[in-house]
C-alpha cells in the first residue's frame, strides 16, 4: 500500500495500538490528548498571539487576536505544528465564540477537537488500509479526502454530544463556530462549521495577489440551510432594524436570533434545524499559492504578502479593525483574530525557532 500503509504502521506505532483493541476508544483519545502535551512542551503547538515555525518545515503560521468592544474576547484558535507526530502534517484552527458561556465553548472544542479528530483520523486509516476491497494505491487522493472527509464528519459529531453532557458549561444559548485546516505534504483539508472564513491567497498569471474562498459561510438565508430550518420547524428571518441579517429562531419564541445556520452548542435550537455538521473540501496546493486566512470577524480586508510572516496575522486584524472603524461607526467591534498560514518556503524569511511574540 505504500506511502499511506507505511504512515499507518508508523502511526500504529506512536499510539501503541495492541491486538483487538480499537484506536477509537478511551486508550486512542488518551493517546492523543499526550500526542498533544508532548507538543506543547515542545514547542509545536501555539494557543496564543505569535507564530511558529520548525527549522526544515514548509509551514509557518502567523496569529494574532484582538479583544473588541463587547467584553471579553470569545476568539480562540490552535496552530500544531507536526500534527500527530508527522512531519509533513499541520492543524490550524480557529473558533469564534458567542452567548454568555461562548468564550468557554470556543474554548472547549478548540481543546477537543485537534486530539478527536486524530483519534478518528487514525481509526479511520486503519479500518482503510486493512480493508481487502480499498485499493489505497489506485486513487490516493480520493482515499486520502475521504479519510479525512469521515475523520472530521464523526470528529464534529462526538464533540458536540460532549459539549451537551458537560455539565460545568451551559451551551443552552452559547456555541462556537469552528473553521479549520489540516496540511498533510502538498494538500490542505478543510473543515467549516459556522461563518468563520478561510481564504487562500493566491498569485494571479499577472503577478497580483487574489483571493480564493475556501469555504462558505453558513447562513440562515442559505436555500439549503433554510430548507432544512424550515423543515425542522425553526424560523428564519431578520429584524427590522436589522434588515440584511437573517436569524433562525424557535418557532414560538422570538429567541434566539442566531445569525449562522450551523455552529456547535446553542442546544436551545439545535432541535429546530441548527446542525453542526462540516463542510469538508481539500486542495491540492500548487507554487501560486501561497498562504490561507483562518479569520473570525472583520474579513473585509486586502490581502498583501508580507515582508515579515511573523506580524503577518497582527497586519492583518489591525487593518480589519480599521475598517470596521471606518465602516461601521456607532457599531461596537467584535473580537477579530487571524491565523495566517504560509504554504511555500521563503528565502526572505531568517530562520526562527519554534514558537515567539510578534513585536
Not at 130 to 137: A, M, Q, R, V
Amino acid at each position: 500500500m505504500g506511502h499511506l500503509s507505511s504512515m499507518f504502521n508508523g502511526l500504529a506505532r506512536s499510539f501503541s495500538i495492541r491486538k483487538g483493541k480499537s484506536i477509537g476508544n478511551g486508550d486512542g483519545r488518551e493517546a492523543a490528548e499526550a500526542m498533544a502535551k508532548e507538543a506543547k512542551k515542545n514547542d509545536l503547538i501555539l494557543r496564543s498571539s505569535g507564530f511558529v515555525s520548525v527549522d526544515g518545515s514548509k509551514n509557518f503560521a502567523s496569529v494574532f487576536s484582538k479583544r473588541g468592544e463587547k467584553g471579553v474576547n470569545q476568539d480562540s484558535f490552535i496552530v500544531w505544528e507536526e500534527f500527530g507526530c508527522q512531519e509533513d502534517m499541520m492543524f490550524c484552527g480557529i473558533f469564534d465564540g458567542h452567548g454568555p458561556w461562548g468564550h468557554v465553548v470556543a474554548k472547549k472544542v478548540r481543546e477537543w477537537m485537534p486530539s478527536s479528530l486524530l483519534c478518528h483520523w487514525q481509526e479511520t486509516l486503519a479500518q482503510t488500509s486493512l480493508d481487502p476491497d480499498i485499493d489505497l494505491e489506485s486513487d490516493k487522493k480520493h482515499q486520502r479526502f475521504n479519510m479525512w472527509k469521515h475523520s472530521y464528519i464523526k470528529t464534529c459529531a462526538a464533540v458536540d454530544q460532549e459539549l451537551e453532557q458537560h455539565r460545568k458549561i451551559d451551551t443552552f444559548h452559547s456555541g462556537t463556530t469552528a473553521s479549520t485546516i489540516v496540511r498533510q505534504g502538498e494538500f490542505i483539508f478543510v473543515a467549516n462549521v459556522g461563518d468563520s472564513r478561510a481564504v487562500l491567497a493566491a498569485t494571479s498569471d499577472d503577478g497580483d495577489l487574489v483571493p480564493v474562498q475556501l469555504t462558505v459561510d453558513f447562513k440562515p438565508n442559505l436555500p439549503e440551510e433554510c430548507e432544512r430550518i424550515l423543515q425542522c420547524k425553526g424560523r428564519v428571518f431578520c429584524l427590522e432594524d436589522e434588515p440584511r441579517v437573517h436569524r433562525i429562531w424557535l418557532p414560538d419564541e422570538e429567541s434566539p436570533g442566531l445569525a449562522m445556520s450551523r455552529a456547535f452548542g446553542d442546544y436551545c435550537i439545535k432541535d429546530f434545524g441548527l446542525v453542526s455538521v462540516p463542510e469538508v473540501t481539500q486542495r491540492h496546493i500548487t507554487s501560486k499559492d501561497q498562504f490561507v486566512v483562518l479569520a473570525t470577524d472583520g474579513k473585509q480586508c486586502k490581502l498583501y504578502l508580507p515582508a515579515d510572516r511573523a506580524k503577518a496575522a497582527k497586519r492583518l486584524v489591525e487593518s480589519a479593525a480599521h475598517a470596521w472603524k471606518r465602516k461601521r461607526k456607532g457599531i461596537a467591534m467584535d473580537d477579530i483574530s487571524a491565523i495566517c498560514l504560509f504554504l511555500q518556503s521563503s528565502p526572505h524569511t531568517q530562520e526562527i525557532s519554534h514558537v515567539g511574540t510578534p513585536k
